[in-house]
C-alpha cells in the first residue's frame, strides 16, 4: 500500500513570505497525485493535479503553485502569503488507472498570521 | 462539471443510534463513489468505496450503496459508538478524466454522545 509523507505537519508565517509546502510518496509508481485545502469548517477544495512529472493542472486561480520534480514527489509553493491562503493542506495520491481511491498524507496545518 | 453534495452538519446522536449522512453526486459518467473519515487532527481515511452502480461498500459497521437512479451514497451504520465521532466526506472519481480527478463534498461532522 503507499504511504505519503507531508511536512511539515504545521506551519506559522507572516503575510508576505513565501511557503514550500513538500510531500513524498511511496509504494507505487506513476501516480496521480493532488493538492487539496481544507478551510476553517469547510470542505476540501481540489487546488492542483498531476498525472506526470512536470504536468500540472491547476482548479482554481490563486496565490500558489505546484510542481512535481520526481515522479513521487509534489511541491506546493507561494512567492508572497495571504493570510487566505491559512488552512489545512492535504497531499494524496492515487495509483494510476481509473477508478482508484486516493491516499491521503496527515496534512499541514498552516497559519498566516 | 462534476460535484458533490452532502447533509449538512453538525450531526449529533447518543450512542447506539442509528446513522445515515445522505450524499448526492452529479457527474458526466460512471465515476466510482468514496467515504472518507477524518478525526480530530488527522488527515483523511478511506472508509468505503463502490465502482458501478447497486455495489454496496461496507467497513467497519458501515455501509453504502451505490444507487445510480437516485445518484446517491447515502452513509448508514445501524449502531454508532462515540469513537465514530469524526468529520465524513463522500467523493467521486471521475472516470472520463484520465487523472481521475476527485471531487469530495463539503463534509458532515458526527458528534456520538456516551
New interface residues.
Given amino acids: 500500500s503507499q504511504t505519503i509523507h507531508q511536512w511539515p505537519a504545521t506551519l506559522v508565517q507572516p503575510v508576505g513570505s513565501p511557503l514550500s509546502l513538500e510531500c513524498t510518496v511511496e509504494g507505487t509508481s506513476n501516480p496521480n497525485l493532488y493538492w487539496y485545502r481544507q478551510a476553517a469548517g469547510r470542505g476540501l477544495q481540489l487546488l492542483f493535479y498531476s498525472v506526470g512529472i512536470g504536468q500540472i493542472s491547476s482548479e482554481v486561480p490563486q496565490n500558489l503553485s505546484a510542481s512535481r520534480p520526481q515522479d513521487r514527489q509534489f511541491i506546493l509553493s507561494s512567492k508572497k502569503l495571504l493570510l487566505s491562503d491559512s488552512g489545512f493542506y492535504l497531499c494524496g495520491s492515487a495509483p494510476p488507472g481509473l477508478n482508484t481511491e486516493a491516499f491521503f498524507g496527515q496534512g499541514t496545518r498552516l497559519t498566516v498570521v | 462539471g462534476d460535484s458533490v453534495t452532502q447533509m449538512e452538519g453538525p450531526v449529533t446522536l447518543s450512542e447506539e443510534a442509528f446513522l445515515t449522512i445522505n450524499c448526492t453526486y452529479t457527474a458526466t459518467g460512471y465515476?466510482?463513489l468514496?467515504w472518507?473519515v477524518q478525526y480530530p487532527g488527522?488527515?483523511?481515511?478511506?472508509l468505503l468505496?463502490a465502482?458501478k452502480a447497486d455495489d454496496k461498500g461496507s467497513n467497519k459497521g458501515f455501509e453504502a450503496t451505490y444507487r445510480k437512479e437516485t445518484t446517491s451514497f447515502h452513509l448508514e451504520k445501524g449502531s454508532v459508538q462515540v469513537s465514530d465521532s469524526a468529520v465524513y466526506?463522500c467523493a467521486l472519481?471521475d472516470?472520463y478524466s484520465?487523472?481521475?480527478?476527485?471531487?469530495?463534498?463539503?463534509?458532515t461532522r458526527l458528534s456520538i454522545r456516551p
Fill in positions: 465515476p466510482s468514496f472518507y488527522e488527515g483523511l481515511q478511506l468505496k465502482t466526506f472519481s472516470q484520465s487523472a481521475s480527478k476527485i471531487i469530495f463534498g463539503s463534509g
